[in-house]
């Protein structure tokens, strides 16, 4: 099994800066793309970002030049840097991976955490 475990959630004030992490850890063989994505109230989930093993990214449109996601390989680490943080920020962000597990199956699953709340208000 392999878990995605979120950190570093919490309030700040507009304008401010915000950094979250994502470890991956369990049975796996290899780690493709990892991501971000996040849930507002009565909203769809939506891509932040996306990084992949070889590091190449891809932002949300409403995040582009504000955030930062990066990737320790040897970790199984993604993090999220956040700056000129908006009041449309507030969401639960997750932290996506796609994971090919130890053992025999399918090359290609798609895990989950279990989510950290960012909220940004003054």
């Not at 849930?39 to 504000?66: F, N």
């Not at 955030?67 to 993604?78: G, H, L, P, V």
């Not at 996506?96 to 699953?109: E, F, I, L, S």
Request: some cysteine; hydrophobic content about 30%.
């Amino acid at each position: 099994q392999v878990q995605l475990v979120e950190s570093g959630g919490g309030l700040v004030q507009p304008g401010g800066s915000l950094g979250l992490s994502c470890a991956a850890s369990g049975s796996i063989f290899r780690i493709y793309a990892m991501a971000w994505y996040r849930q507002a109230p009565g909203k769809q989930r939506e891509l932040v970002a996306t990084i992949t093993d070889s590091g190449s990214t891809l932002y949300g449109d409403s995040v582009k030049g504000r955030f930062t996601i990066s990737r320790d390989n040897a970790k199984n680490t993604i993090y999220l840097h956040m700056n000129s943080l908006k009041p449309e920020d507030t969401a639960v962000y997750y932290c996506n991976a796609d994971v090919r597990p130890t053992g025999w199956g399918p090359r290609h699953n798609d895990y989950w955490g279990q989510g950290t709340q960012v909220t940004v208000s003054s």
